[in-house]
């Protein structure tokens, strides 16, 4: 668990990656570029290889997760990528200092895996008591759609009521 820390937060020690221009400065969303340029599988196959994991207590492989959900082609339907940023489990913080110090890699991944699964839509639930962690991250959120960094997917980043069921 400490190597997967450093990974997702590098950089966060030397620079305030809460800003876009320090994010790209150490490479931010050059990896976003890069999977635009993937086929959806080709981004899937890769996170498998990779053996990319989930931060929650089963840390389920990301890219079989993704392989559940049916192709565009296969379900002409809507898919949505839903981002539980509630935290709720007692004693849990992982989420919330990935919303303090590195918002960007946060939405970053989220666009990945929006093109991925081949996703129009984004949706960010963030704990209703982490008012900081909402408003930097709505300020991460309008620095990239100001950048033109969304490339036509929509993301809402929306407040929980502060009861647990809600994550």
Do not use: W
């Not at 599988?41 to 890219?63: H, Q, S, V, Y």
């Amino acid at each position: 668990m400490g190597e997967s820390r450093v990974i997702v937060l590098a950089g966060a020690d030397e620079r305030d990656l809460t800003q876009l221009d320090e994010y790209r400065a150490v490479g931010g969303y050059e990896q976003l570029a890069r999977a635009r340029e993937m086929t959806p599988a080709a981004i899937i196959e890769e996170l498998n290889t990779a053996n990319l994991r989930g931060r929650g207590g089963a840390f389920f492989p990301a890219g079989r997760k993704m392989q559940f959900i049916p192709s565009k082609e296969q379900i002409p339907k809507p898919h949505y990528v839903c981002v539980n940023a509630d935290e709720s489990e007692p004693g849990t913080f992982k989420d919330r200092e990935i919303m303090q110090r590195v918002p960007h890699r946060l939405i970053e991944g989220s666009l990945i895996a929006a093109h991925a699964v081949e996703s129009e839509h984004v949706f960010i639930y963030i704990r209703g008591e982490y008012l900081g962690e909402f408003e930097i991250l709505r300020e991460a959120l309008d620095q990239a759609r100001d950048a033109d960094l969304f490339g036509g997917v929509t993301i809402v980043l929306h407040r929980g009521a502060g009861a647990y069921i809600c994550g």
